[in-house]
C-alpha cells in the first residue's frame, strides 16, 4: 500500500487526490495535487514535483504526460507525482506564494505551527518526501531565462562520497543531458532544506530546465527531454527495463562557483554573452542601460574565468539579484562506461 497523507493506493493501482496540507487565517487552503501509482510489483520509490516555483512549468507538463503513459501493471515499486506543489504561486504565474511571502523550496522539513507555507512544508514533507528513495526536483528559467542542466549538492568530500552521493552522481549522469552543475557550500546560502532531504536518506537531483523569452519556442523539445529524463531515472532505479536515451555519450559536470550580481542601479538588462561562452576576467556579461534614453548605467564585467551556464533576468531589472553564473568544468562524464545503476 502506497500512502499519502489522506491519499492512497494498492499494489497495481494509480489514484488521484490532493493532500490535505493547511489553511491561511482566512480559511483558503492551498491543498497540493498527488498522483499515486503503486507497482505491482515491489522496489524502489521515485518521487517527481514540479512548480514549487509557480512560474517554472516545463517538468509539470512533463509530469502530467508521464502519468497518462504509466502502467502500474510493469512497474517495480512505487511513484509519488506532484506537478504542481505551490498552487499560489502557480496560479499568479510567481516563484513564491503571495500568501505569506515565503519559498516552500527553502522551507524543509517545515514546521507544525508556523505561517501556512510552514505547514504546507511541514506536512507535504512528512507524507511524501520522506519516502522517496530518489526526488527529481523540476525548476525553470521561467521568464527570465533558458536552462538546461541537472543541478545537484555539493560533496562534503568528493574523494569519499557517501553512498547516497554515489548514487546521486550517478543519477545527475542518468538523466541524459549533457551538461550538470553544482554550488560550492554557501554560494546561496545555507540549503538548509537540501540538508534535510537529504537526512532522510532521499537522494534529490534538481533540473533547470527551459523557461526563457523563447518558452513556446523551446516548450516542446523541452517538456519530451524531461519527461525522457524520468523515464531513464526509472530504467536506472531497475523500476522498469529499456535502454537510456541522452543528448550523447558526455556529460560535462560544472563547478558553478562564480554568480554576476546585478549593481545598485535599476534599468534594462542586455546581456552580451551567450550559454557556454569562456570568458575571463574583465569580459563584459551585460550591461545596464535607461530603458528610454538607452544611456549606459552599469557595466557588468566578469569577476573570475568562467563558463557561462544559462541564466538571464526580466527586463527591466529591478532590485538585488543574480544575473548570472559561470562555471569551471570539474569532470567529464562518460555514459558509455559508466554503471548508471543504482539499488536502493
Known amino acids: 500500500m502506497l500512502q499519502a497523507g489522506n491519499l492512497s493506493a494498492r499494489a497495481g493501482e494509480k489514484t488521484f487526490g490532493y493532500l490535505e496540507t493547511a489553511q491561511s487565517r482566512s480559511g483558503m487552503r492551498l ?35 508521464l502519468v497518462e503513459k504509466l502502467d502500474p501493471a510493469v512497474i517495480r515499486g512505487n511513484i509519488i507525482a506532484v506537478p504542481v506543489v ?19 523550496s527553502r522551507l524543509f522539513p517545515g514546521k ?16 511524501t518526501i520522506t519516502q522517496a528513495d530518489v526526488l527529481i526536483d523540476f525548476h525553470a528559467g521561467a521568464r527570465t531565462a533558458y536552462e538546461r542542466y541537472v543541478l545537484f549538492s555539493a560533496e562534503d568530500d568528493p574523494d569519499n ?44 537531483i534538481t533540473l533547470e530546465f527551459g523557461g526563457g523569452t523563447g518558452w513556446f519556442k523551446n516548450g516542446e523539445d523541452n517538456v519530451r527531454d524531461a ?28 563547478n ?8 545598485a542601479v535599476d534599468g534594462l538588462f542586455i546581456r552580451d554573452r551567450k550559454f557556454k561562452d569562456a570568458l575571463t576576467v574583465g569580459d563584459s556579461y551585460g550591461r ?21 551556464i544559462p541564466s538571464g533576468q526580466e527586463w527591466p531589472t529591478v532590485g538585488a539579484t543574480s544575473i548570472g553564473i559561470l562555471g569551471s568544468i570539474d569532470r567529464v562524464d562518460d555514459r558509455r562506461t559508466m554503471d548508471l545503476s543504482v539499488s536502493f
Open 31 to 65: 491543498d497540493i495535487p498527488v498522483h499515486l501509482i503503486a507497482g505491482a510489483q515491489p522496489g524502489p520509490t521515485l518521487m517527481v514535483q514540479g512548480a514549487i516555483h509557480g512560474a517554472e512549468i516545463i517538468g509539470s507538463i512533463a509530469i502530467l504526460n
Open 86 to 104: 505551490n498552487r499560489a504561486g502557480f496560479e499568479l504565474g510567481e516563484r513564491g506564494s503571495r500568501v505569506d511571502a515565503k519559498d516552500i
Open 112 to 127: 507544525a505551527d508556523g505561517s501556512i507555507s510552514d505547514q504546507t512544508a511541514y506536512i507535504y514533507f512528512k507524507e
Open 161 to 204: 562520497p557517501t553512498q547516497l552521493e554515489k548514487n546521486r552522481r550517478k543519477l545527475v549522469v542518468a538523466f541524459g543531458l549533457d551538461q550538470a552543475a553544482f554550488f560550492p557550500p554557501g554560494t546561496f546560502g545555507a540549503n538548509t532544506a537540501k540538508k534535510a532531504i537529504e537526512d532522510v536518506n532521499t537522494c534529490q
Open 227 to 254: 519527461e525522457r529524463g524520468i523515464w531513464n531515472i526509472m530504467k536506472a532505479m531497475g523500476m522498469i527495463e529499456g535502454e537510456m536515451e541522452s543528448d550523447g555519450p558526455l556529460c560535462t559536470v560544472y
Open 256 to 263: 558553478a562557483g562564480v554568480v554576476i550580481w546585478k549593481p
Open 288 to 308: 545596464l542601460v535607461d530603458p528610454y534614453t538607452g544611456d549606459l548605467l552599469a557595466q557588468m564585467p566578469t569577476p573570475k574565468d568562467g563558463i557561462v
